[in-house]
């Protein structure tokens, strides 16, 4: 057999044999991955005719992932949406694909000191390399290289910002009457009208109340509701120095971190001086014993924590075996199942209190599901959705008692202001012929109603029986002394008619001492208000050729 097979024309045929049979399969692979990478860059968009495609999209989908698990840990899911990631990512596509056009770039020395920079990755009052590596692999999911390149990335989107903020200024003039408006105290004298009564208005019929309830449909409106069997895993009891430092549960296991096969640029990176001395300075004994006790305190609650949840992560796989004995499998570990009455998005959580966290989770679930544990300050909450109540608009026979709530409400306020309305045109005209006279010196009757004349208070100050001084202060900013405002002023009492009694000279060392800082504060909110707009915008200059989640769906599809 081995003698016919080394007969040249015999190899030769099953030489041709094998590569007949080879040849096609590695020609097809070709073909399927010439073809899944040309739906890659098939072009979903284009801004001022340079094309976006879905593998830029689909990177930045990833990144904005990155930073959100960064920034939220395993909670990404419970503090933001997936709707609310595709908008970033979406956003960042735009972003970058404008920093290119204008050339903007971020160097190696910028990476490496954004990245050291992140209070995420200190250990000790400085940056720590195997933290780093931990963190990024295990906790956000990606690789160092990969990460740089995103933070390489967003350096780049913050010189644009930069950039497109710096287009804004703001002139000494514009500091100072901003100042004015907000500190240069007033005096003003005051007539009080209150609310009606509700004694004082007629009942409402029949009538009335079904054209009120028609028409503020949206007042009698119940929104999503949900019903939660939770249990609580209680934390260990805190640290008696609260300074360690919080929020970094997979330091505990740093030592199993794996060296790194890449070559990231902060490996690299020498320390500085300054880290080189922490580092020195952290290899020497510490000459505060309270501190280290406190910090060995803090180092032992937070591996106690990091432990408890591990166990609320297996009560939660012993759970998911069959979600449907929650209660027994939770009390068969010694925990309590309690069941919250019906409770919306924006309430708090029966038995809980504010807890933003659980709320999301009760209502991205869906009935029956079990959630992850879910820290709060009280332990690790593991909940189970028993129940939803979709929103839906009551019906006038449920709603009437709130019907007629609102009528009363709405009917106060309408009585009170045209009482005040007519009192007010009646000083008007009086002050017409008497210019600069104070109120109580005006010929008009006031039934019950006296004049309240304030002491100097500054706008952002408060006056007793009215309430904020911001109510009032920009109905009387421009007047002169003696001058009344010309509308009636709704305050949480009733309607205000106010005359401006006189405006004092602001305190010029306050102005010296808050000028800068206000600057800034106007300069930040100005230039915020101008990048937004400038967003919309570039949004706006995007020529959509295929939805980015239709496009997504295609490609995985095909």
């Known amino acids: 057999m081995l003698a016919w097979l080394r007969k040249r024309h015999v190899t030769k045929r099953i030489l041709w044999g094998v590569a007949a049979m080879i040849v096609p399969a590695f020609v097809l692979w070709g073909v399927g991955s010439a073809i899944r990478s040309g739906r890659m860059s098939q072009a979903i968009a284009t801004l001022d005719g340079t094309k976006i495609n879905i593998h830029d999209y689909t990177k930045n989908l990833r990144a904005v992932e990155h930073f959100a698990r960064l920034v939220y840990g395993d909670q990404v899911r419970a503090q933001t949406s997936e709707e609310q990631l595709r908008g970033e990512a979406w956003d960042r596509t735009l972003l970058l694909t404008e920093a290119r056009r204008r050339k903007l770039t971020a160097t190696d020395d910028e990476v490496v000191t954004y990245v050291r920079s992140l209070p995420l990755l200190q250990q000790q009052g400085g940056f720590d390399l195997r933290t780093y590596d931990y963190i990024i692999r295990y906790g956000v999911g990606s690789t160092p290289r990969e990460f740089e390149s995103e933070v390489r990335q967003q350096i780049e989107i913050l010189k644009l910002r930069q950039a497109i903020s710096n287009e804004v200024a703001i002139a000494d003039d514009e500091v100072r009457a901003q100042f004015v408006a907000q500190r240069q105290p007033f005096r003003i004298a005051y007539i009080l009208v209150p609310f009606a009564a509700a004694s004082e208005l007629p009942d409402p019929t029949d009538e009335e109340l079904q054209q009120h309830y028609q028409a503020h449909g949206d007042q009698f409106r119940v929104p999503d509701r949900a019903v939660i069997r939770y249990t609580v895993m209680p934390k260990p ?115 809980l209190g504010y807890e933003p966290a659980v709320a999301v989770e009760a209502f991205r679930l869906t009935v029956g599901d079990i959630s992850d544990p879910i820290e709060t300050a009280n332990g690790f909450v593991i909940l189970q959705v028993a129940q939803r109540q979709p929103a839906h608009l009551l019906s006038f026979e449920e709603a009437t008692d709130r019907v007629r709530e609102s009528w009363l409400a709405e009917q106060r306020r309408r009585a009170t202001k045209e009482r005040a309305d007519t009192m007010l045109a009646q000083f008007t005209e009086a002050a017409a012929q008497q210019p600069g006279a104070p109120l109580d010196a005006l010929p008009v009757p006031l039934p019950d109603l006296p004049i309240t004349k304030t002491d100097p208070v500054e706008p952002d100050g408060y006056i007793n029986g009215v309430g904020p001084a911001s109510l009032i202060a920009p109905f009387v900013e421009t007047l002169t002394a003696g001058a009344i405002a010309t509308t009636a002023i709704e305050t949480p009492s009733g309607y205000a008619i106010a005359q401006l009694l006189e405006r004092l000279p602001f305190d010029e060392s306050k102005w010296e001492a808050e000028r800068d800082a206000l600057r800034q504060q106007l300069l930040s909110e100005r230039r915020a208000k101008h990048y937004e707009a400038w967003l919309d915008g570039l949004r706006q200059r995007v020529v959509i050729l295929t939805r980015p989640e239709q496009a997504l769906e295609d490609a995985e599809e095909k």
């Open 237 to 351: 009891a805190a640290p008696s120095d609260p300074s360690a430092p919080a929020n970094d549960q997979s330091l505990s296991t740093i030592d199993q971190s794996p060296a790194t096969s890449d070559q990231p640029l902060v490996a690299d990176a020498p320390a500085t001086t300054a880290q080189a001395a922490d580092a020195e300075t952290a290899a020497e004994p510490s000459a505060d014993a309270d501190t280290d006790a406190a910090d060995d305190a803090a180092e032992r609650a937070k591996a106690e924590t990091a432990e408890q949840k591990r166990r609320a992560e297996r009560l939660v796989d012993h759970i998911l075996a069959d979600p449907a004995q929650f209660s027994a499998v939770a009390q068969q570990k010694g925990l309590t199942v309690q069941e919250t009455p019906p409770f919306a998005a924006e309430e708090p959580v029966p038995g």
